[in-house]
C-alpha cells in the first residue's frame, strides 16, 4: 500500500501525489491531520484551513482508495509533550531549519506514527516541502525503515504560483504579488541551466529578481542555493542542488524550491511569463 500524508485543505498538488502513489501500489491511503506538534505556539495551527468533507470528496476523485483522519487522541494517545524524533542537526543549519525550531521533529514524530500505524511499502511526499523530504529521507534510511519514498514534483498554477493550502490566506492582491517567489526561481534555475553553477552568482540573479519583482510589503526570509542532498553551502554545485525561498506576505508564510540539475523537474517554470504580464494574469 502507498501512503500519501497530508494536513488536508486538498489542491491539485496532494491530487497528483494520489496519482503517483497509485503508481506505485494497488491501493492508495491518504492522511489527513493537522500535526500540532510541528506548530510553534505562534505559527497558525488554530487558523489552518480544514475542510475535511471537501477533502474526502477529492480524495475519492483522485481515486485514492480509503481516507485516515484521526484526530489529535489517537495520533498523540500519551499526549502532545511525548517522544520526539530528532531529526539530524546538520539537516537544519539552514532554510527553515533556524526559523522553525521545532517544526522538523514534529514532523519527523508524525511521519513515523502514520508509518507505524499504516505499514505502508510506499510513501509519497512533495518535493514542496523540499527540507521535509531531505530530513524524512534521512530517518528512514538512519532508522532502517522498510519503506520506499517517492519525491514527487511540484504542481503550480498556469502562472507558476506552487499550490498550496496557504495560499488561501493571500488576497487578490497578493495573490499577484506571490509569483514575486517562482519568478525569482524561475531566473535561477534558467541562470543554472545556462551553465552556472557558483552559488553566488545564482544567489545574486535570485536576489536580483527578487528585487525587482517582490512588492515592499512583501518581507523575504530567506532565498539560499545549497547542496540538495546535504543543505549546507558550497562554492560550486556538483550534484542536485536547490534553490529555496520563504517569504511573508499579508499573513501568509510561503515557501518554495527549484531543483537545480539539467533534468531538473521544475523546468515546466520556465515557461511561465514573467509577473504583471498579460500572459500571467490568465487564471
Ligand atoms: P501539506 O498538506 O501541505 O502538509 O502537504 C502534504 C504533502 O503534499 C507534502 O508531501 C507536500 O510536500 C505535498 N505538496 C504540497 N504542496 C504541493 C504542490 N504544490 N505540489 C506537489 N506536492 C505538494
Not at 19 to 47: G, M, W
Not at 51 to 70: I, N
Not at 96 to 116: D, E, I, Q, Y
Not at 155 to 177: F, I, M
Request: charged share 20%; with cysteine; hydrophobic share 45%.
Amino acid at each position: 500500500m502507498a501512503l500519501v500524508p497530508t494536513m488536508g485543505a486538498l489542491h491539485d498538488g496532494h491530487g497528483s501525489l494520489v496519482k503517483i502513489a497509485r503508481q506505485h501500489s494497488e491501493a492508495v491511503l491518504a492522511s489527513v491531520f493537522v500535526n500540532p506538534t510541528q506548530f510553534a505556539p505562534a505559527e497558525d495551527f488554530e487558523s489552518y484551513p480544514r475542510d475535511l468533507d471537501a477533502d474526502a470528496g477529492k480524495l475519492a476523485t483522485w481515486g485514492a482508495d480509503a481516507l485516515f483522519a484521526p484526530d489529535a487522541g489517537t495520533m498523540y494517545p500519551l499526549g502532545l509533550d511525548g517522544v520526539r524524533v530528532q531529526p539530524a542537526s546538520h539537516l537544519l543549519g539552514k532554510l527553515c531549519g533556524p526559523l522553525r525550531p521545532g517544526h522538523f521533529a514534529g514532523v519527523l514524530t508524525v511521519v513515523l506514527k502514520l508509518l507505524n500505524l499504516a505499514r505502508p511499502a510506499v510513501a509519497v511526499f512533495g518535493q514542496k516541502d523540499y527540507q521535509q523530504f531531505r530530513v524524512i529521507e534521512h530517518m528512514v534510511r538512519d532508522l532502517h525503515l522498510p519503506i520506499e519514498l517517492v519525491r514527487a514534483p511540484i504542481v503550480r498554477a498556469p502562472d507558476g504560483l506552487a499550490l498550496s493550502s496557504r495560499n488561501a490566506y493571500l488576497s487578490a492582491t497578493e495573490r499577484d504579488e506571490a509569483l514575486a517567489l517562482s519568478w525569482s526561481l524561475a531566473r535561477v534555475l534558467a541562470t543554472y541551466l545556462e551553465g552556472e553553477r557558483d552559488t553566488r552568482a545564482l544567489a545574486r540573479t535570485g536576489a536580483d529578481a527578487w528585487g525587482n519583482f517582490a512588492p515592499k510589503t512583501a518581507s523575504l526570509e530567506y532565498f539560499e542555493i545549497l547542496d540538495g542532498a546535504t543543505l549546507t553551502e558550497v562554492p560550486i554545485l556538483e550534484g542536485e542542488g536547490i534553490a529555496a525561498i520563504a517569504a511573508r506576505l499579508g499573513s501568509a508564510r510561503l515557501i518554495d524550491n527549484v531543483a537545480l540539475a539539467p533534468d531538473s523537474p521544475d523546468r515546466p517554470l520556465l515557461a511561465c511569463a514573467e509577473p504583471g504580464s498579460a500572459r500571467s494574469r490568465v487564471r
